[in-house]
């Protein structure tokens, strides 16, 4: 029975495998058939070798490891104690070298690396405007400055450095009230006599800026005395950075004067000490009181220019108190035209001793004690404007616009002492009680002084200008080192200069034959060797003329934003040539040729007049623009056949 049940069992898994036997009992194995692993004998095995190692590798990676330790340390270092002036220089230098190797490569008819030489503009405009933007402080005071002057350059950078007006960003109030007390040793509160809890006793004062721009932001405050004042407060980051930043200007300028052959670095150190002066608010107050004094001794400009009072008991070096001003932008034009709807024989606010507010206006000291946290504490001072906002100055913009030449004027050429940042935000408008404008001139931090020989020369190029005297302009500019009197007449006008011989239009008349990418280049070319012709003998060039036309160039800008309302040309002419007369540094007997002459141009600039009136006529009937517009016009087809595209578009705001 047991038997059959083992002959009956299903044979497992275990019953099919080859059954175990004994080394003894081990058949021959065929070669090809499977063997069992042998592990070889220690004599079989040879001499032991050493592991590989990478030295070469293992020391690099050491290296790389020491390197990113040591930048990281100066990094933090210089963001913690530098304001991050070294990683910003650094940052300029790897940018400038970029866009110099590219227009090396690049710049030519058929660029290798670029679709046309617009795409090497256009990309090289992105990283010089990213790098201003990223950086900020100085940084964005040079791209402001480059955008007012931006019309010599390509149109791409025109468009990218016309984003440099955005307002820039306001540091914190601790940083604000860092700086207080560095300058002053006392708090804010023990300074300027405020508190931010209400206290009837003392003053209050906004945490918050009302304005902030690449330097410095504005704080809005109301003294216990009652007056209330702007309170300038400079980044604390600027005092670190701008040695650093001036620096790191004055190398990249030297190489692109080298690498580029355009002979303007000499010209950097005196850009650099107007730059460097701009942070100081002492230089800026001076610059205030002198202009106020002045303005208050000229009869022509005394009851239609205002300069704000400086506060110097509450002003340091990067602390700057002066009177606070309520008044319209001059890029606001419906505000300065509408109706106004104030009281009669009223000025808008703080004009001419009208009150800041109507009676029964809640004092800002309730809010502060009400709210103690608010950000905003100073009265909205709209009355003036009526129902809803809708109303005005009601002033002629013909008048905004005379009082703005006629200052500016007679900074050039009666007084030698002219501010070089006239932009829409520096200017204010206010209605005085007679009903007339009053413009008001803020930020005085970038002025310079013209020396007497230097500003009797260009008012007699500025009167040669308008009468066509090319010997006198030819004369005047060779003292100038300047090489092509032609064009530099059409810089300064900022309109073709007519009696010249327009040799450098000529001479370029025959590229229009040219394929459109070779004309392109050779434009481009031409305008370089325009500039250096201008700049002609840079020891002899005189510095101030690069401020000059910068004060220039944005009064022509406002005046066309405005719609023309003047015959600005004429207006400058007439204060040159009245100048002669006038000035005390000149013996009466030239003074007294002076004055004939300048009765004979009076009658020469009649023309003027009659072309003026006729733009004003057309303009009226919809026909086309104005004077600035022709001149603009004019500007653009000139500037064309130089090789520059003009955008007057980077001066309306």
């Not at 005196?270 to 000229?298: C, I, K, P, Q």
């Not at 502060?368 to 913009?397: D, F, I, Q, T, Y």
């Not at 004979?600 to 006529?617: A, E, G, H, P």
């Amino acid at each position: 029975m047991a038997s059959q049940l083992l002959r009956c069992r299903r044979p497992t898994a275990f019953s099919s495998r080859r059954p175990l036997v004994r080394p003894s009992l081990r058949r021959f194995v065929h070669p090809n058939e499977f063997q069992p692993f042998v592990p070889p004998s220690p004599a079989e095995l040879g001499k032991p070798t050493p592991a590989k190692t990478y030295p070469r590798t293992s020391r690099w990676l050491r290296r790389l490891f020491y390197l990113s330790m040591a930048t990281g340390v100066v990094y933090a270092v210089d963001n913690q104690f530098y304001a991050a002036s070294v990683t910003r220089t650094v940052r300029t230098f790897a940018v400038g070298l970029l866009v110099a190797l590219d227009y090396k490569i690049n710049f030519r008819p058929d660029p290798p690396l670029a679709s046309s030489i617009a795409a090497v503009h256009a990309r090289n405009a992105e990283r010089l405007s990213d790098l201003l933007r990223i950086n900020g402080g100085l940084y964005l005071k040079i791209g402001q400055a480059i955008a007012m002057q931006s019309a010599i350059l390509p149109p791409e950078f025109q468009k990218m450095f016309a984003r440099m007006f955005d307002d820039a960003p306001q540091n914190d109030w601790k940083e604000a009230e860092r700086v207080i007390r560095e300058d002053f040793g006392r708090s804010p509160e023990e300074v300027f006599g405020v508190s931010f809890t209400g206290d009837p006793e003392k003053g209050i004062m906004e945490r918050k800026a009302r304005a902030s721009a690449s330097v410095a932001q504005v704080h809005w405050a109301r003294l216990a005395d009652g007056r209330e004042v702007a309170i300038k407060i400079q980044k604390r980051e600027i005092a670190q950075q701008i040695q650093w930043d001036l620096w790191a200007f004055k190398i990249v300028s030297w190489i692109y004067s080298k690498s580029f052959d355009i002979p303007f670095y000499t010209l950097v150190p005196y850009v650099s000490e107007r730059l460097y002066l701009e942070t100081d608010f002492v230089n800026e107050a001076d610059n205030a009181e002198n202009m106020a004094r002045l303005v208050a001794g000229e009869p022509r400009l005394r009851d239609r220019v205002y300069i704000p009072k400086v506060y110097r008991e509450l002003s340091s070096r990067r602390v700057m108190t002066s009177e606070w001003i309520e008044g319209v932008r001059l890029w606001d034009k419906e505000a300065i035209t509408r109706e106004w709807r104030g009281g009669w024989r009223e000025g808008s606010p703080g004009c001419q001793g009208t009150p800041l507010d109507p009676p029964g206006t809640p004092s800002p000291l309730e809010l502060a004690a009400r709210h103690p946290g608010a950000v905003e504490l100073k009265p909205e001072r709209n009355h003036w404007r009526g129902w809803k906002n809708r109303g005005g100055l009601g002033l002629s913009l013909k008048e905004v616009m005379g009082t703005m030449v006629d200052l500016f004027s007679a900074q050039m050429f009666l007084w030698g002492y002219v501010h070089c940042d006239p932009h829409p935000g520096n200017i204010f408008i206010r209605r005085r009680p007679s009903g007339h404008s009053e413009l008001v001139l803020i930020d005085h931090g970038l002025y310079i002084q013209m020396e007497t020989g230097f500003r009797h020369d260009y008012a007699r190029f500025w009167k040669a200008l308008m009468t066509f005297d090319n010997r006198t302009i030819k004369e005047i500019v060779a003292g100038w080192g300047v090489t092509n009197a032609d064009f530099f007449a059409s810089a300064t006008l900022l309109r073709p200069y007519a009696g010249g011989d327009r040799s450098t239009q000529q001479s370029l008349r025959g590229l229009s034959q040219r394929e459109r990418a070779q004309r392109s280049y050779e434009m481009q070319q031409a305008a370089r060797q325009a500039v250096r012709e201008i700049l002609g003998d840079e020891n002899k060039w005189p510095r101030e003329l690069i401020f000059i036309g910068r004060n220039l160039r944005i009064v022509q800008g406002n005046n066309q934003f405005l719609g023309s309302p003047v015959n600005r040309i004429k207006i400058t002419g007439i204060w040159a040539s009245r100048a002669l007369v006038e000035s005390p540094d000149l013996p009466l007997s030239e003074k007294v040729v002076n004055l004939g002459r300048h009765c004979l141009f009076r009658l020469v600039l009649f023309s003027s007049d009659i072309f003026f009136y006729f733009t004003k006529l057309r303009q009226l009937l919809h026909l086309g623009g104005g004077m600035e517009d022709d001149i603009e016009a004019s500007m653009h087809h000139m500037a064309k056949e130089m090789g520059v595209e003009l955008n007057h578009s980077v001066f309306e705001g």
